[in-house]
């Protein structure tokens, strides 16, 4: 796909189906990782679960190299409760903690 199609996908976001570890890979690619057929050097990762991109402005920079950028079971260790908190973190950004 090229990026303008990747930037129009819209997929579920079930973070169950994210390997573990620090890579969008482990024994099968990640199903949300893409790469963009028009994209150059590094700038044509695709992450569908983040809606993000390598070439973005404020898009991700290690897609390309299938280096995970979003948070999800980066380690085998209650990767439940690692989604959990990433979820609260990302909802409380910006807003104090009363």
Not at 38 to 49: E, H, N, P, R
Request: charged share 30%.
């Amino acid at each position: 796909m090229k990026k303008a199609e990747l930037e129009l996908l819209v997929e579920d976001r079930d973070f169950t189906k994210i390997p573990i570890g620090p890579y969008c890979y482990n024994n099968k690619i990640c199903p949300y990782w893409y790469r963009a057929e028009d994209g150059v050097d590094q700038a044509y990762g695709y992450c569908s679960y983040l809606h993000k991109g390598d070439w973005m402005k404020d898009g991700t920079m290690l897609l390309w190299d299938q280096v995970k950028e979003c948070g999800v079971n980066d380690d085998n260790e209650d990767s439940d409760e690692l989604e959990t908190d990433r979820i609260i973190s990302d909802q409380t950004v910006g807003h104090p903690i009363c």
